[in-house]
C-alpha cells in the first residue's frame, strides 16, 4: 500500500524551533523521518511526499534519508502550498490509482494505528478517517485549532471542519483513502474550499467517509511549542515496553529513561550501549572472586547498574529508530553471557569464602541456578509463540534476577541468591512445561473431537 504524506506548509508557529518545519528534530529525528519510519514500522514501504514550502532544503535532505534507510520516496511539489492541503492531497492523483493511506508531516502517532487502518476494507468509493472520541483531551489536543468532527451512530462523518458548531470527535489528520478522494477534492476546490476537509465533507453528504476510533493508541498534531513538548512527553512515554517486569517497569525505568534524556542526542548506538552493559557485568563478577563484603556490595551494585544500562539500548533503538533483528540477537547473547559471568563469580564467591556451607551443596545450587536461568531464557522465547500461553508466565525475567542478586548481596547472603535464582527459575521452568503439555493436549483433543463430529455428519 502507498503511503501519502503532505508537507507543503510553512509551519511558521514552530519558527522558534526551525525554519523548516518537517526537518525540525523532535527527540533526535526531524518530524517527517518519525512520521516515514512509524509508517515502515507499521508496513508501508513506498511513500510519496507532497511539498511545498522549502521544497529544495526537505527534498534534498529525504533524498539522502531514503537512500540511507532503504525507503523509496516519490516527491511531487504543489507551487501553491498556501492555499490550502486540499491542494497538496490533489497533486497526488496522477501517481496514485489505488487505495493509499494518508498522513500529514507533523502529526505523531502510534504504529498500531497504522497497522488497524490498513487492515479496514473500503469500497472504492469511500474513504476512512481515524478519529479520537476523547474532546476533553485538552492536554494533548489544542482543542482549538485541531479539526473537529460530527460522527453519527453509525460511524459516519456527519460534518467536519475546524469551527463546526457541535462536534463528538477530533481529526487526527489519518485516512485511508481510495482514489475517489480526488474527485471529491475537485469539486470542493470549485466551491472555493482548498482544504481536505472541504473534499471530506463533500463526500461525507454522501455517506462515503467512514471513522475508526484510535482507543487508547496517542497522536499529537504539532501545530505550536505547547504541542512540541506534549510530543515529547508522549514519546518518553511510549518507548517503554508492555512486557517489562515489576523490577523493570518500577525500579530500572525510572533510572534508565532519564539516562536516555541525555544519551539520545549523543552518536552512540544501542548495540554499544550492549556492549557496555556487558562489561559491567563482568567487572561486578571480578568484584565476587576478590572476598569480602565490599566487594560483594560493588560487585552487587555493578550486576544492577547492568540491568539498568540494559533497558537504554531498547530505549535508544525504539526513540531513534534503530531497532533490528540482530540488535535484539545480540542483546539476547551478550544477556546471556552477564548472567553467566555474574552467577559464576557469586559461585566463586560462595565456594571460597563461605567454607560453612557444604561444598557439593553449593555446586549443586550453583549449576542449578546457571542452568536454571538459561533454561527460564529459552522457554520464555518459545513459550510466546502461542498467543494462548502469552503473558501467563511468572514474572522471573532478567531484572528480577539481578534484583534478587542486588539485593541479598546487600544483606550478605550470596547463597541466599543462587538458591532463590535456582528455585525461582527451575520452577518456572516445570510450570511452563506442564501449562504447554495441557494446552497441545487440549488442543489435540478439541481438533480429534472437531474431525470426529464431521465425520458423523
Known amino acids: 500500500m502507498k503511503c501519502v504524506i503532505l508537507s507543503g506548509g510553512e509551519g511558521r508557529r514552530l519558527n522558534m524551533k526551525g525554519t523548516v518545519k518537517p526537518l525540525i528534530p523532535l527527540l533526535g529525528v526531524p518530524l517527517i523521518e518519525r512520521v516515514i519510519l512509524t509508517a515502515k514500522k507499521s508496513g508501508l514501504n513506498d511513500f510519496y511526499i507532497v511539498t511545498g514550502y522549502h521544497n529544495a532544503q526537505i527534498r534534498a535532505h529525504l533524498e539522502i534519508f531514503g537512500e540511507k534507510r532503504g525507503i523509496n520516496i516519490t516527491f511531487i511539489q504543489n507551487d501553491e502550498w498556501e492555499k490550502g492541503n486540499g491542494l497538496s492531497a490533489l497533486k497526488v492523483k496522477d501517481y496514485v490509482d489505488e487505495n493509499f493511506i494518508l498522513l500529514m508531516c507533523d502529526h505523531i502517532y502510534s504504529e498500531s494505528i497504522l497497522k488497524k487502518l490498513k487492515n479496514e476494507k473500503i469500497t472504492d468509493r469511500e474513504v476512512i478517517l481515524v478519529v479520537d472520541y476523547n474532546i476533553d483531551n485538552n492536554s494533548q489536543v489544542d482543542s482549538v485549532d485541531a479539526t473537529k468532527v460530527l460522527v453519527d451512530n453509525n460511524r459516519e462523518i456527519m460534518n467536519i471542519g475546524k469551527k463546526i458548531p457541535h462536534y463528538n470527535a477530533f481529526d487526527t489528520g489519518i485516512f485511508l483513502c481510495s482514489p475517489s478522494i480526488f474527485k471529491a477534492l475537485e469539486r470542493s476546490i470549485l466551491k472555493g474550499d482548498t482544504s481536505l476537509s472541504g ?37 518518553w512515554t511510549s518507548i517503554r515496553k508492555q512486557s517489562d517486569g ?44 576478590f572476598g569480602g563484603y565490599i566487594n560483594l556490595v560493588l560487585g552487587a551494585f555493578l550486576a544492577q547498574t547492568s540491568s539498568v544500562i540494559d533497558g537504554i539500548d531498547g530505549e535508544i533503538a525504539r526513540l531513534k529508530f534503530q531497532e533490528t533483528k540482530f540488535g535484539a540477537w545480540f542483546d539476547a547473547v551478550l544477556d546471556r553471557y552477564s548472567d553467566a559471568f555474574l552467577l559464576f563469580g557469586l559461585l566463586i564467591y560462595v565456594y571460597l569464602y563461605l567454607p560453612q556451607i557444604n561444598v557439593i551443596f553449593v555446586l549443586l545450587i550453583g549449576f542449578l541456578a546457571i542452568i536454571g536461568t538459561f533454561t527460564n531464557s529459552y522457554t520464555a522465547v518459545k513459550f510466546e509463540d502461542f498467543d494462548k500461553l502469552r503473558g501467563k508466565d511468572f514474572p522471573i525475567g532478567r531484572d528480577v534476577r539481578l534484583f534478587i542478586i542486588f539485593l541479598t548481596c546487600l544483606f550478605n547472603q550470596p547463597f541466599l541468591a543462587l538458591l532463590l535464582i535456582a528455585l525461582a527459575t527451575n520452577g518456572e521452568n516445570v510450570r511452563r512445561i506442564v501449562v504447554f503439555k495441557k494446552q497441545t493436549t487440549d488442543s489435540y483433543k478439541s481438533t480429534f473431537l472437531s474431525l470426529k463430529a464431521k465425520k458423523s455428519l
Not at 204 to 218: C, E, H, L, Q
Not at 265 to 285: C, D, H, R, V, Y
Open 199 to 235: 473534499g471530506i465533507q463533500m463526500m461525507s453528504k454522501n455517506g462515503m467517509v467512514r471513522t475508526i476510533d484510535i482507543g487508547n493508541a496517542y497522536w499529537v498534531d504539532i501545530d505550536n511549542e505547547r504541542m512540541f513538548k506534549e510530543a515529547e512527553k508522549m514519546l
Open 246 to 289: 515489576l523490577i523493570m517497569r518500577f525500579v530500572n525505568r525510572p533510572i534508565s529513561t532519564r539516562i536516555t534524556r541525555y544519551l539520545y542526542k549523543s552518536s552512540i548506538t544501542p548495540n554499544q550501549i550492549s556492549l557496555i552493559s556487558l562489561l559491567f557485568a563482568i567487572f561486578g563478577a571480578c568484584f565476587f572472586l
